[in-house]
């Protein structure tokens, strides 16, 4: 079992960054892939990025390609997700998730889940 606690959110105007984090307990973060997810109000829960074990691998959505980047710090059982350039199209409830071993894009593969955070872009 892992325990995640996301935090970072917040009212940022369009253009603007954001870095949101997601503090994990409870077991080796060395053995878990890494995620970030979204929703917006009335849609699906969506992939946004992911990163493996050793941080060598990266995945990213095309909606946020080339705009947002995700870390890891292992020291501080810390993932970390720098959100530049942002759009109002961002808003939603950004949520980190864990899984064990292989990193993944799909939420169903995940099975620990932050409490998430908001994040709201004026135009």
């Known amino acids: 079992q892992v325990q995640l606690v996301n935090s970072g959110g917040g009212l940022v105007q369009a253009g603007g960054s954001l870095r949101l984090s997601c503090a994990a307990s409870?077991?080796?973060?060395?053995?878990?892939?890494m995620g970030w997810f979204r929703q917006a109000p009335g849609k699906e829960r969506e992939f946004v990025a992911a990163i493996s074990r050793s941080g060598g691998n990266t995945y990213y959505a095309d909606s946020v390609k080339g705009r947002f980047t995700i870390s890891t710090d292992n020291a501080k059982n810390t993932v970390y997700l720098q959100m530049n350039s942002l759009k109002p199209e961002d808003t939603a409830v950004y949520y980190c998730a864990a899984r064990p071993f292989t990193i993944a894009t799909l939420k169903n593969e995940y099975p620990y889940w932050g409490q998430g955070t908001q994040v709201t872009v004026s135009s």
């Open positions: 409870g077991r080796t973060f060395s053995n878990y892939a």
